[in-house]
């Protein structure tokens, strides 16, 4: 099994969520972080922690973007709120070195 393997993305309209899955195997949750990608553009961290620190969120996303861990499923989650066509691009779960393959997020009417 991939360390990394991300879900739940999709195409959603301009206010809607969707709610993306990291599925972690061989690595500590605490130290599980969100980027992006958008076409064009560089990857963008969005949300994450250090070991034993607080989740802290990018500017653009805070208030709007909660990122949450299960230590029993060894999952990690990213929910998304009232989602802009700004968000639109490819979401990863990382952890060091180590990535997910993505998971497209679409925001459009």
């Known amino acids: 099994q991939a360390p990394l393997v991300e879900s739940g993305g999709g195409l959603v309209q301009p206010g809607g969520s969707l709610r993306l899955s990291c599925a972690v195997s061989g690595f500590s949750l605490d130290a599980i972080n969100w980027s992006r990608q958008a076409p064009g553009k560089q990857r963008e961290w969005v949300a994450g922690?250090?070991?034993?620190?607080?989740?802290i969120y990018a500017e653009s996303v805070k208030g709007r973007f909660t990122m949450s861990r299960d230590n029993a499923k060894n999952m990690v989650y990213l929910q998304m709120n009232n989602l802009k066509p700004e968000d639109t691009a490819v979401y990863y779960c990382h952890r060091g070195g180590a990535w997910g393959q993505g998971t497209q997020v679409t925001v459009s009417s």
């Open positions: 922690a250090l070991p034993r620190l607080s989740i």
